[in-house]
């Protein structure tokens, strides 16, 4: 690859002084903001689009996958807190009839509504917001970040603070700060990319059941009438009766951290969605009349790098269901790995009333001195990662970091100087059940 040299000499203004930086305000990064404020932290997020909610609204996610034990919801209090707020946007006779309840084991998500209920999280406690700023570099001094360093309509710049999360999903503020990372499987490659739509004037009273509909998808990929490498269609109905959401096509062999193939990924995402359009009216009863009604904005990104911290925990810790005195997040949800090379989708379960813990020290990436990882990318391989990723236990891993950065404000300590029994202490008295 030819390089051009291009060198950048200017000075660029500090836009705000804050004790906590949380970079990037998807479920993760938001709880992170949340719980840091909350504390008592002067806490600013930053995200390069509009609003709150990452993939739960630009990747169009849906539902959130059940993470329960006992009926309980074991992601309290961020989460539980953003789903009560979603839930309120239901009419009052909705509300009558349906009050609110931990119980939902996949629980819907309409996307505005979701960034709206994210949104006033954030603004009652109190966190300044910092919406169409994209990370562009870190200035460092020795270990330590000094000011993350943003691109907006502004041009370039800069905002300071004592302790920072990466709640970006993909681990970019940590290695732009320096952190090692892993990516991908043994062979180096990433869980499918998925890009997700929903189609509404759905006749369900004629659709067939998941089995049949399977039936008519290998007779039409059989025949080349269809392109994509899934083994089945996987569908969510909706609460509208006439809308069902698809979170089945399957982009393999892509980097979500090269700009050129999450460029590629997009244009193979949306051929596949023109794809199942066109098989479901012509193939499926119940979709002749299907109209698209939305579609992601950004393809879905199940995994990219996983920054290696002072611990690394493994599926080991997801067969043993172990649990630490410094577990910082409980998790139920199984094993769910995608295959990277194609067709297939292997799945290990876990019985209904246990859990795997996972620990601070996967919060703290090597080499840095004031970040924690608020996000999907923590230190754990990629099986344990397949069962971490989901939007659920990520708000716990967000809301772990957010307090262990104001307990780090309070105690002027590095994150890798705080006793993680310490932090699941305060998480405790906080509302999460740990």
């Not at 979170?247 to 050129?260: D, E, F, H, P, Y």
Request: with cysteine.
């Amino acid at each position: 690859m030819e390089n051009i040299q291009y060198d950048f000499g200017k000075n660029i203004p500090v836009i705000a002084e804050t004790d906590v930086l949380v970079v990037g305000a998807g479920p993760g990064g938001a709880s992170a903001a949340v719980m840091a404020a909350r504390r008592g932290a002067r806490t600013i997020i930053a995200e390069r689009y509009g609003c709150p909610g990452g993939m739960a609204v630009f990747g169009e996610v849906t539902p959130f996958m059940h993470n329960l034990v006992e009926n309980q919801s074991l992601d309290k209090p961020v989460y539980v807190d953003w789903c009560r707020h979603l839930h309120n946007y239901k009419t009052g006779a909705e509300l009558a009839a349906d009050p609110f309840t931990e119980t939902v084991p996949n629980r819907p998500i309409s996307k505005a509504e979701a960034a709206l209920a994210l949104e006033e999280l954030l603004l009652e406690a109190n966190v300044k917001m910092l919406y169409h700023h994209t990370l562009f570099d870190v200035i460092k001094e020795d270990d330590r970040i000094v000011a993350a360093v943003f691109h907006s309509k502004s041009g370039l710049v800069a905002v300071r603070a004592r302790v920072f999360v990466d709640g970006t999903g993909d681990g970019d503020l940590a290695v732009m700060a320096g952190a090692p990372f892993e990516f991908g499987n043994e062979d180096g490659l990433c869980q499918p990319m998925t890009t997700c739509f929903k189609l509404e004037h759905v006749d369900r009273s004629i659709m067939p059941n998941r089995e049949e509909i399977n039936k008519i998808y290998d007779e039409v990929k059989a025949r080349g009438g269809i392109d994509c490498p899934r083994e089945n269609v996987l569908w969510f109905t909706m609460p509208a009766d006439d809308v069902i959401h698809f979170n089945t096509t399957r982009i393999i062999r892509k980097s979500a951290v090269s700009g050129t193939d999450l460029s590629d990924a997009e244009v193979e995402g949306r051929r596949q969605v023109r794809e199942f359009i066109a098989f479901l009216r012509n193939h499926v009863p119940g979709f002749k009349n299907a109209h698209l009604r939305s579609m992601a904005h950004h393809v879905g990104v199940r995994e990219s790098r996983r920054i290696l911290g002072l611990v690394y925990q493994t599926q080991d810790d997801f067969v043993n269901r172990a649990k630490f005195a410094d577990g910082i997040a409980k998790v139920n949800y199984c094993i769910d790995i995608h295959n990277p090379n194609g067709t297939g989708t292997h799945i290990i379960g876990m019985e209904p009333g246990n859990w795997y813990e996972l620990r601070y020290g996967t919060l703290v990436p090597r080499n840095t001195g004031n970040l924690l990882m608020g996000c999907r990318a923590i230190s754990v391989d990629h099986a344990l990662h397949s069962s971490s990723r989901v939007m659920p236990p990520v708000c716990s891993i967000g809301q772990a970091a957010g307090m262990a950065a104001a307990m780090c404000v309070e105690k002027n300590c590095s994150p890798a100087e705080l006793q993680g029994e310490e932090v699941r202490k305060n998480l405790a008295i906080a509302g999460a059940w740990l």
